[in-house]
């Protein structure tokens, strides 16, 4: 008898908790707050790589999971291309899943945003980023430390919504 009353009042407290975050359709991620994990890149091509370092040198950056056979890769790129070049950020990609060569083409194609690259071929870098799917931005601080993450294209909305935001904190504004 008290089953139905009890488990009626654990789902409405999961769907209150879940009404609490900022962005209910944003899928959470465990590592705001804490360091990066690992990279863990092959190179691609002779374009250049980056490593766990480079994550904590002291500036705020990016780092995109992207595919030449995602088309909401595609859509974001424009707005990858103006952060990287009219703004100045640093944007790390990591192919995630893909061919070499049908990366260097997406890239030919539609211009490369990258400060740096790596391959992640094999998927453990994005598994051990708890990688949902491609494209997924993760914002770094300059201590290395991962202040937010989304999942799907980075559009303009996007862009204003979080992405921006997220930066402003990253730097301590």
Not at 128 to 142: A, K, M, R, S
Request: charge should be negative; glycine fraction near 10%.
């Amino acid at each position: 008898m008290l089953l139905p009353p009890v488990a009626f009042a654990g789902l409405a407290l999961m769907f209150f908790l879940g009404m609490q975050r900022e962005d209910p359709d944003q899928l959470p991620t465990a590592l705001a707050g804490k360091p990066a994990p690992a990279v863990v890149v092959t190179p691609l091509g002779d374009l250049p790589a980056f490593s766990d370092e480079t994550l904590s040198d002291g500036e705020v950056k990016l780092v995109n999971f992207w595919a030449s056979w995602c088309a909401p890769c595609r859509i974001e790129h424009p707005n990858l291309m103006q952060l990287a070049e009219a703004e100045g950020l640093s944007i790390y990609g990591v192919n995630y899943k893909d061919k070499p060569d049908a990366a260097l083409g997406f890239l030919a194609e539609l211009g490369d945003p990258y400060r740096a690259i790596g391959a992640d071929e094999s998927g453990r870098m994005g598994l051990n980023w708890g990688l949902y799917g491609v494209p997924e931005t993760f914002v770094i601080d300059g201590e290395g430390r991962v202040v937010t993450r989304f999942a799907g294209p980075i559009t303009e909305r996007v862009l204003e919504s979080t992405i921006r935001p997220a930066l402003a904190r990253a730097a301590g504004q």
